[in-house]
């Protein structure tokens, strides 16, 4: 991933700076709205990055210590960090083959009287099945939290993967389709969820730092419950509104690149891409392809000898020294062992997809 990052971007930044207000302010305000209208929401709370809005995403969902979490162990480690951060425990399901997530069914073999939330990530921005998860959560009384991390400008039965989300947390690092940076965005439903994300992200105070600057008479702030420096910037939330504006642009070009991969891979015997689900659209955060009798490692040094900056496919957290445990997860063990990552991004040319494409064929 490169980022998609221009002169506008940096006018922004420089306005913000200019403006003299460089913390939290009237920006990361209009960022808020733009984003969680874009992506469906009915409210946004900013925040440092996604790994502290899930943190905040569980606390606001009652995830208290002793608490079993189950999340994908097929996913940036920070996805169960989040569930650590909370003293619960990370409980590892396995995913689906096609989209590399979660499912009613691989939810419900890991589920205990103990489970408290489940965190469905929408892996590499291929969303989810979200009517059927968030129905069988909803009927068997857990919480879902969304990682949406990678899912901006990703769609699930016709609406942005935000629409309809309870609570979803999203990334603006650089190596996701649209940057601040860092930074991240928790969005909800709920508008009292929406004011007790608020006030955490703050110290846990009742009136934020840009209301009481705002105001011509002086407010005294009081701290309701222990709370976090979870902010962003405005000079982040200045270059958001610009990344923001180019979210159509960037997932509409990363689509056709990825059209374009499809058709020069088809037919070559034991790779087999990402491809959209049924029941929706990927934004092509990250272009995989799954690989059947060639070796991944391998096939990644033979890219590199070829100038090819292919990845590993995405990690497992189970086999982690951090997390280490022996549960039996065949699908995710295929898919961090058996895949990898091309190159996609808004410099790729069709004579780099011909020489990528070409550098598989001969290993097929
Ligand atoms: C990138 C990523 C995160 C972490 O996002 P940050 O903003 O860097 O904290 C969490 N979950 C998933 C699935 C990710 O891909």
Redesign the pocket.
């Known amino acids: 991933m490169i980022p998609c990052l221009g002169e506008e971007e940096a006018q922004a930044a420089a306005e913000a700076v200019r403006s003299g207000w460089v913390a939290q302010g009237p920006r990361v305000a209009s960022f808020e709205r733009s984003f969680s209208a874009a992506v469906g929401a009915a409210h946004g709370v900013a925040v440092s ?6 943190h905040l995403a569980l606390i606001a969902v009652g995830v208290e210590p002793g608490d079993e979490v189950i999340v994908p162990s097929l ?2 480690i ?2 169960a960090n989040s569930a650590k951060y909370c003293g619960a425990t990370p409980v590892f399901a396995d995913v689906e083959l096609a989209t590399g997530n979660l499912t009613v069914e691989t939810i419900d073999a890991v589920r205990t009287p103990r489970t408290k939330a489940v965190i469905a ?1 929408h ?2 921005g291929v969303p989810f099945d979200v009517l059927s998860l968030r129905r069988a959560c909803a009927q068997w009384g857990i919480a879902l939290v969304e ?1 949406a ?2 899912a901006a400008g990703s769609t699930a039965y016709g609406s942005p993967v935000g629409a309809g989300a309870s609570v979803a ?1 999203w ?3 650089p ?2 389709v649209m940057t601040t940076g ?3 965005m928790v969005t909800v439903d709920d508008p009292a969820q929406a004011a007790r994300l608020r006030r955490l992200r703050e110290h846990g105070m009742n009136v934020s730092a840009a209301d009481r600057h705002a105001s011509a008479q002086p407010i005294l702030e009081s701290y309701l419950e222990v709370g976090y420096n979870y902010r962003m910037t405005d000079i982040q939330a200045a270059i958001g509104l610009v990344q923001l504006s180019r979210l159509d642009g960037l997932v509409a070009q990363r689509r056709s690149l990825a059209a374009r991969y499809h058709e020069l891979l088809e037919g070559i015997e034991g790779v087999t891409p990402v491809r959209d689900p049924a029941y929706g659209t990927t934004n092509f955060q990250s272009f995989w392809v799954l690989l059947d009798g060639i070796d991944r490692d391998v096939a990644l040094s033979e890219l590199a000898a070829a100038g090819v900056s292919a990845r590993r496919g995405i990690m497992a957290a189970h086999v982690e020294p951090a997390y280490v445990t022996d549960v039996d997860l065949p699908n995710t063990m295929r898919l961090t062992k058996d895949s990898l990552i091309l190159p996609l991004h808004h410099k790729l040319t069709e004579s780099d997809q011909d020489h990528i494409v070409g550098v598989i064929r001969k290993l097929a």
């Open positions: 990055s996604c790994t502290t809005g899930l996913s940036f920070a996805t990530v892996q590499a990682d991390a990678c947390a990334s603006f690092h190596r996701k860092e930074g991240g």
